[in-house]
């Protein structure tokens, strides 16, 4: 199966591109950032583009998986839908046809007839790319598409992405907002048993390119896999054993409540940032030890591709309020947080449209299960 992991390499990449060219290009910049201010039809434009460029991303990788892999259409799920209204009021399906020109006449008719912002984002769909990645091509993996599902988030932070803020970290540092906090998430798990087990995202907005007019972005794989736990990044190193002070440092939103910022605080140090897919890949990254999420307010496609680059580093993602509970029931013999992991094939009962896949107890992204049983043990004491 690395052949799943080169293809969604590559269209994450051309996912990247898409998110780049609609900043880069002016026809599709002007469409982007118009002032939210005249007439409703203008409005409603506006605000069909920004969900085009998430629909048009999420169809490209749906298109692309499911050429090369029939066994996984029907399987392929993300975050929007592709039933669109253009500001003309007409319902359209946006697909990616087989030919270019085909799919830029299909892009036309959804940006009011815009040949020229219809053929660029055409171009940059239809693009051929081929990124070299040794050691993804190098992966043995006994799985089959037919036991694999996908979780697409086309563009994690979307309001980050529109309103542009070109903050730059300092190189391997952390943004709290702006461009950088904008991820393409791709994250694969089993059917069977809802677990993630390959997870590719793509920061399109990393540094400035050396024009000082683009940016050049980078991006992250993980394979967790009965024996197979690989990760194009090597684990951080700063984990709470290896930490003197036995501090952690703890990334939310910064929309969290204030009692559980209060709870928190006497682990160590509270950053805050932009994205739940960023905050994952704080983690990941080791900028943060943990991401601490209280409330339902994430989805499957937010947390299946981060999660599976956890897996593959010896982390996890645990569903908070099941850890809670979990903690409540078995602390004395520490094990909180086991079994408690979040899964993604099964939708929540009782709940209508997209909330029947939130991630509805919260979660807590860690890697070292140290610091997820220090976090659940301060919140059970304090909630
Ligand atoms: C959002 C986005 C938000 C995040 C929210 C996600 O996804 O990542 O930034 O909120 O949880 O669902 P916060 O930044 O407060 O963590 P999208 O941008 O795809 O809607
Ligand atoms: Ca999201
Ligand atoms: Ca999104």
Same mark, same amino acid.
């Given at each position: 199966m690395a052949d799943l992991l080169r293809l969604l390499l590559n269209v994450s990449e051309k996912a990247a591109n898409v998110a780049r060219v609609c900043r880069q290009e002016a026809p599709l910049f002007e469409l982007l950032v118009q002032e939210k201010t005249g007439a409703d039809k203008n409005k409603k434009f506006v605000q069909d583009f920004k969900t085009l460029a998430d629909v048009v991303i999420q169809e490209m990788i749906r298109h692309d998986v499911g050429a090369q892999f029939p066994e996984m259409v029907g399987f392929i799920h993300g975050e929007e839908s592709n039933k669109f209204e253009n500001g003309l009021g007409e319902s359209v399906t946006v697909t990616v046809c087989a030919q270019?020109?085909?799919?830029?006449?299909?892009?036309?008719?959804?940006?009011?007839?815009?040949?020229?912002?219809?053929?660029?984002?055409?171009?940059?769909?239809?693009?051929?790319?081929?990124?070299?990645?040794?050691?993804?091509?190098?992966?043995?993996?006994?799985?089959?598409?037919?036991?694999?599902?996908?979780?697409?988030?086309?563009?994690?932070?979307?309001?980050?992405?529109?309103?542009?803020?070109?903050?730059?970290?300092?190189?391997?540092?952390?943004?709290?907002?702006g461009l950088p906090c904008a991820l393409v998430l791709i994250g694969v798990y089993l059917r069977a048993s809802g677990e993630p087990v390959m997870g590719v995202i793509n920061q399109p907005f990393n540094q400035k390119d050396s024009t000082g007019n683009g940016w050049k972005g980078q991006h992250f794989w993980g394979v967790s896999y009965g024996?197979?736990?690989?990760?194009?990044?090597?684990?951080?190193?700063?984990?709470?054993?290896?930490?003197?002070?036995?501090?952690?440092?703890?990334?939310?939103?910064? /929309? !969290?409540?204030?009692?559980? +910022?209060?709870?928190?605080?006497?682990?160590?140090? *509270?950053?805050? %940032?932009? $994205?739940? =897919?960023?905050?994952?890949?704080?983690?990941?990254?080791?900028?943060?030890?943990?991401?601490?999420? /209280? !409330?339902?307010?994430?989805? +499957?496609?937010?947390?299946?591709?981060?999660?599976? *680059?956890?897996? %593959?580093? $010896?982390? =996890?993602?645990?569903?908070?309020?099941?850890?809670?509970?979990?903690?409540?029931?078995?602390?004395?013999?520490?094990?909180?947080?086991?079994?408690?992991?979040?899964?993604?094939?099964?939708?929540?009962?009782?709940?209508? $449209?997209?909330?029947?896949?939130?991630?509805?107890?919260?979660?807590?992204?860690?890697?070292?299960?140290?610091?997820?049983m220090k976090v659940v043990g301060e919140l059970s004491g304090k909630r």
């Open positions: 270019e020109k085909d799919t830029a006449a299909l892009l036309a008719t959804v940006l009011d007839g815009d040949q020229t912002a219809a053929s660029l984002l055409a171009r940059a769909i239809h693009q051929e790319l081929q990124l070299r990645d040794e050691a993804a091509e190098a992966l043995q993996l006994p799985l089959s598409p037919v036991d694999l599902g996908i979780w697409i988030d086309p563009i994690d932070a979307t309001s980050q992405y529109i309103e542009g803020k070109e903050e730059v970290a300092p190189e391997g540092g952390f943004c709290s907002s024996s197979v736990n690989t990760c194009s990044l090597p684990r951080p190193v700063n984990s709470l054993l290896g930490k003197e002070d036995g501090t952690v440092s703890v990334v939310l939103s910064s /929309s !969290e409540k204030q009692d559980v +910022k209060d709870a928190l605080a006497p682990l160590g140090r *509270l950053m805050y %940032a932009s $994205g739940a =897919g960023y905050k994952i890949l704080c983690v990941i990254l080791g900028l943060a030890d943990v991401y601490v999420l /209280s !409330e339902g307010s994430t989805f +499957k496609w937010d947390s299946c591709a981060p999660h599976a *680059l956890l897996r %593959a580093l $010896g982390g =996890g993602v645990a569903d908070l309020r099941e850890s809670l509970s979990a903690s409540r029931g078995c602390v004395i013999e520490g094990k909180a947080g086991h079994g408690a992991e979040l899964t993604y094939h099964i939708p929540r009962t009782g709940c209508q $449209g997209v909330e029947k896949w939130a991630n509805h107890g919260g979660l807590v992204a860690y890697l070292d299960s140290k610091v997820l």
